[in-house]
């Protein structure tokens, strides 16, 4: 991939907006889809998404990186993955991609970007086996 000077922060125009999720960027991989997830995985995966929806993008950006969202570096293996999933007609232009945690103390971790109000998920990762 080419390197591009742009940040992976969020787009400030979406700071007060609520956090939405959209899975419409999920990778067909099983290994990382909803379809690895097994039962407590999945309830854990939900109720972290019901506690970000109460969120907007400013506070979930500010919070710390146990309990909010880690942006992926340009350049790394973690961007790369993000950005091969990413379908958005803005992806040359805007390139907001994250992680965030769905145990603090684990290592489950749900990859995406940011498209206006949405987190798009496109790769879940309950074993911690992405660049780990």
């Known amino acids: 991939m080419d390197s591009f000077d742009i940040s992976t922060k969020f787009d400030l125009e979406y700071a007060e907006t609520m956090v939405r999720f959209s899975i419409c960027d999920c990778s067909l991989d099983k290994k990382y889809s909803f379809w690895c997830l097994n039962k407590e995985q999945a309830k ?17 950006s500010n919070s710390s990186r146990k309990t909010g969202l880690t942006p992926e570096k340009q350049d790394s293996s973690n961007f790369d993955l993000v950005h091969g999933q990413n379908t958005s007609e803005r992806k040359f232009v805007e390139q907001h991609y994250f992680h965030f945690r769905v145990e603090q103390t684990g ?12 987190f798009c998920i496109t790769h879940i990762d309950p074993s911690g086996k992405i660049n780990h």
């Open 107 to 118: 290592l489950f971790r749900v990859f995406g970007y940011q498209k206006q109000q949405f």
């Open 44 to 60: 854990q995966f939900v109720e972290k998404l019901k506690h970000i929806e109460k969120l907007t993008w400013k506070q979930i």
